[in-house]
Each structure stands twice: as structure tokens, then as C-alpha cells.
């Protein structure tokens, strides 16, 4: 899957969860609790497995499977309001993360955008949070603002028509399945970012390279 060398992008979409910022473990640990909370025994692994790369809202038929209650407007909100209140409090950059947001927005003369299936609130924080705003500006595209989330490919669509670049001239950094499904159905090229393990979770998908550190990303671009 590795690539000799690296071509030139007109445009960089990353995800934000588990590419910018290492937050899947602290949002799940509160989706777990609360689905704890009411009546779910879900384990950790059985959460990260269902929900991972996907939006809450979208699960809400299991949900309430599983719960036997349903899934209201207020749930979400107190589920919002906990798990922004951890991130603030543990939110981490990925580690090398920023050296390849800033090779990015040099490679690509500023044209880098953040596409995310999160709610856009939620981006925006972490993304503030790390001190990558200055490189994002109100680049910023969520999922749940478009007419599907991803797997479907409507939120790297708009950030490409934004930035007034084909897609097919884009660079997708995406880090699960879902999102690199969205990459590939808008058109792009997609790199999956692999912290552990073999690059597996992508095994059935044809993205473009698999790398397991965030330096290489940036030393990718630097080329």
C-alpha cells in the first residue's frame, strides 16, 4: 500500500477524532457510562466496535433496542454536555499531529480543511482546544450539517467545494473505516492513519497508503 513517492495535493481534508485529537477513548468512555446508566451493560469494546467513526444519532434504532427507552433530544444534550466537559478537561493532540497540519497547509497554500462525522461544536472546541485554529480558520465541516454523514461522502464533498477543489485533487487523512468510505465515495485519495496494528481495519478498502505515525504524514507532504 506504500507509495514510492508522494504527489501533489490542491487540498488536505483531515478527520478531527483519533487523526487531530486523541478523543475516541474519552467519548465512548462517556457513552459507555451513560448507556450504562440506562440499561445497556455495553462493555468498552463492544462501544469503540459499534460507534466508533459514527455519529450517536445514528445508532438510535439499537439504541433504544438495547435501552428499551428512547433516544430524546435532552439525552443527547446531557451526553454532549459530559462528554464536552472531559475532552476539555484530558483532550489530547495526536501525537505529530500539528507538524502535519502545518506540512499540509504548506503543501497546499493554506487550501486544508477539517471534515468531521462529529457535531461541529464538538470540532471546533478540540480543534481550539490544541491550538490548530489558526491553521483551520472556519474551515470546519460537520457531518450532521450535511444531508448524510458519513459513510456517505456529503461532508468531504462540501469542504472540496469550499475550497474550490476537485475532490479528486484532495488528500483524505482518515483513521477508520467509515470516514475512509466517505473519502473514496467523494473521489479523493485517502491515506489511513494506523496508530496500532497492521493498517487491517483498512484491509478491505482502497485507500492510497496506510501509515502509523503522524510524522510520516508530514514528512509525506514535505517532499
Known sequence: MSQPHSPVFDAVLFDCDGVLVDSEPITN???RDMLNESGWPISTEECLAIFIGKAVRDERALIEERTGQPLTEDW???FYARRNARLLAEVQMVAGA???V???HQHTAGRIACASGADRPKVVMQIAHVGMAPY???RIFSGHDQPRSKPAPDVYLAAAAHLGVDPARCLVVEDT??????GLAAGATVWGYC????GRAFASLPVHRVFHHMD???AALNR
Open 29 to 31: 468512555g462517556v457513552l
Open 76 to 78: 443527547m444534550q446531557r
Open 98 to 100: 500539528l507538524d502535519s
Open 102 to 104: 502545518a506540512a499540509a
Open 136 to 138: 483551520f480558520g472556519e
Open 177 to 182: 473505516p467509515t470516514g475512509a468510505q466517505a
Open 195 to 198: 496508530a496500532q496494528g497492521h
Open 216 to 218: 510520516e504524514l508530514a
